[in-house]
T-cell receptor
Framework: AQSVTQLDSHVSVSEGTPVLLRCNYSSSYSPSLFWYVQHPNKGLQLLLKYTSAATLVKGINGFEAEFKKSETSFHLTKPSAHMSDAAEYFCVVTPNNDMRFGAGTRLTVKP | NAGVTQTPKFQVLKTGQSMTLQCAQDMNHEYMSWYRQDPGMGLRLIHYSVGAGITDQGEVPNGYNVSRSTTEDFPLRLLSAAPSQTSVYFC??????????FGQGTRLTVV
């Protein structure tokens, strides 16, 4: 069975400081992994995806994530937070047939 | 291309009423899914389909019914609405191991 755990329900950073949102997955084989972002009262937007190519994946808006099979992790990072990054972030794992979401991490950015 | 079209955007039901949430995609994707989003729980999979005529249950299928008669359409039926079904519902479509494309969501309130 596939599952995904987001280790922090809420992360707060100051503008201009690094962002780290942590995600661990469990899988019996190499999955596809994604990060989505949801701004308040908005739909879901794809940030980046890993589908068994390069382990360091670059996404939109300066975000990137590294797939570490030995640690079963897919943490999302950004070197410098911007106020517009405040949102809910979801780590997602998908085998062939269904797609499972983590519970989400709410990112707050302080001025 | 319209992508994934989900209707209605808002709906209020009385307990015991039935209704159908519509979902259509024009990308010829074989996989379609329905999720519900509740605070602190991420998106939970209700039902999904891997092609016309094939559906399967997700994490929280009770009280919901689906069918997939065409590749394009994947309606979600609430058989007898309950207050516990108050939520935001998202429809999604994708191809094998690709990212999902989401509808704009339906905010359902059951009173």
């Amino acid at each position: 069975a596939q599952s995904v755990t987001q280790l922090d329900s809420h992360v707060s950073v100051s503008e201009g400081t690094p962002v780290l949102l942590r995600c661990n997955y469990s899988s019996s084989y190499s999955p596809s992994l994604f990060w989505y972002v949801q701004h308040p009262n908005k739909g879901l937007q794809l940030l980046l995806k890993y589908t068994s190519a390069a382990t360091l994946v670059k996404g939109i808006n300066g975000f990137e994530a590294e797939f570490k099979k030995s640690e079963t992790s897919f943490h999302l990072t950004k070197p410098s937070a911007h106020m517009s990054d405040a949102a809910e972030y979801f780590c997602v794992v998908t085998p062939n047939n269904d797609m499972r979401f983590g519970a989400g991490t709410r990112l707050t950015v302080k001025p | 291309n319209a992508g994934v079209t989900q209707t209605p955007k808002f709906q209020v039901l009385k307990t015991g009423q039935s209704m159908t949430l519509q979902c259509a995609q024009d990308m010829n994707h074989e996989y379609m899914s329905w999720y519900r989003q509740d605070p602190g729980m991420g998106l939970r999979l209700i039902h999904y389909s891997v092609g016309a005529g094939i559906t399967d249950q997700g994490e929280v299928p009770n009280g919901y019914n689906v069918s997939r008669s065409t590749t394009e359409d994947f309606p979600l039926r609430l058989l007898s609405a309950a207050p516990s079904q108050t939520s935001v519902y998202f429809c999604a479509s994708r191809t094998t191991r690709s990212e999902a494309f989401f509808g704009q969501g339906t905010r359902l309130t059951v009173v």
